[in-house]
């Protein structure tokens, strides 16, 4: 039933309450001869009463109507937006009725209702006894109601010793007597109003916005900190730009407590528990944080005792490291052998950069692109308005300005360092000693460019653009790398 047509019933209620009110008001004050005339003596007197009592029970009931309208509808429903057990009003209803009618006996009939309210003193201890869980129920469904605990669609954790873990689930109902949580794995579940009162209960939308969750990650604790804090933090901020997960505030490292073997560190991020599952943010942070432990080659704590020499460890990036970078990269990858990406690596730079250094700016030259070894980059591009939107986040691995440094177009976006930064920096001046060395390098180049452009246009449903651009890709390097080029030729 639509909200028009229940609010057409209750005005249609309230209506024939008030009409009923003046119709009996009117044999009862304006015309009460007429009455008594209508019935032999002394029934017209007993009628005349009757009516005038239920005279003020229809007073009673249009009172209910108007609290009905404006309170629990116009009040509770739309203003706060909460459902009021159905039981709750109809004892409210209840209760003006009898108050109307203790006092149209008593203007009436002078009946005093001290005897009954005594007897049902007694039936109320009686019944109450018998009942009291359910009136625990019932109290507990309207303090939940009236104090806004929690209201439909709400995601809570219920903490119980009747259930062997914590409840996680989404409001789906509030009655009298029973909440109702849709699990995440779809089943309902029947939670009793009394326990949601009496139990702690964690309500993960209230206040409104995203919400923090912590995964923990272990690494040998040989490992300098600041390598490890860069290389989660640069792939966490990867992950806060997916749907559900929430940019700001950001996301943080921190040093949670050292072990014996091990370091533990905590990886605190945002999610809308609205928009994804507790359970499944974690997942996916956690999934993706022992994904950049494994692409570094962090050790995990040692669990073992295990009698070797004293290794020499040195995490200083080098030669090595320069060229695991250039062989995970996969326009390197799939085009170079391994003496190509020696002699690249010896021409690769690493540096260090601060939290928000610009690496590139949209519409400088190309001279250089970067692999980033560790931290993360938000790609932005300048709008209409004037204002920067960011369009991507690059992290561990990822290639960053490649396609204006192999093509000579101009930045089509700025990179801006999200975290502190190791990056591997590749010149022109590298490139073009490879093509000058290998004819044939520069097709194999645009053929894994223009796969890379396929997807990004997928990506953002360019419909425009050509079906297969290697032919402008290439063009366009043969004429930025024309010197090179000429000599491999």
Known sequence: MGRGMVFGWAFRRMIFALIAAIVLAVFRFWVPGAVEDMFPAPYGVSVLHAVGVAWIISLAFLIDRLVRAVFWNGYFRRRRGRETPALVEDLVTVALIIFGLSIGLYVEEGMSVTGLVTASGAT??????????????LFSGLSINLDGSY????????????????????????????????????????????????????????????????????????????RIHDALLGEAFKIVSRE???????????????????????????????????????????????SVILQNKFSSPVQQLEIQPTPDFNFSLGEKETRAA???????????NSEQIADLAAQCAVYELPKGAILMRQGDPPVHMYIILEGAVSISIAGADGKS???????T??????M??????????????LSALRVLEITKSGIESLLQKTPGLAERFSAILAQRQRELDRTADHAARKPTPET????RMKAFFSNALRIAS
């Open 124 to 137: 109320a201890i009686i019944l109450g006894i018998a009942l009291q869980v359910a009136i625990q129920d």
């Open 151 to 226: 209201s439909l669609g709400d995601w809570l954790t219920v903490f119980t010793d009747q259930m062997p873990e914590p409840l996680y689930g989404c409001v789906t109902g509030i009655t009298w007597r029973t909440t109702f949580l849709t699990l995440e794995d779809g089943r309902r579940l029947m939670v009793p109003n009394h326990m949601m009162t009496s139990q702690p209960v964690l309500n993960h939308s209230q206040p409104p916005g995203p919400k923090r969750y912590v995964v923990e990650v272990s690494a040998d604790n040989r490992i300098p900190f600041r």
């Open 244 to 290: 559900g997960f929430a940019r700001q505030p950001e996301p943080i490292v921190v040093f949670h407590r050292l072990g014996e073997d091990g370091s533990y560190y905590h990886v605190l991020f945002y999610a809308y528990p609205s928009r994804i599952g507790v359970h499944e943010c974690k997942s996916i942070m956690l999934e993706a944080m022992l």
């Open 326 to 336: 250039l062989e995970r990269a996969p326009l390197f990858s799939r085009t170079l």
């Open 389 to 395: 939107h960011e369009v991507a986040v690059s992290a």
């Open 397 to 402: 691995g990822d290639a960053v300005g490649e």
């Open 404 to 417: 204006s440094l192999m093509t000579g177009a101009p930045r089509t976006a700025t990179a801006t360092a």
């Open 472 to 475: 402008d890709i290439l063009a």
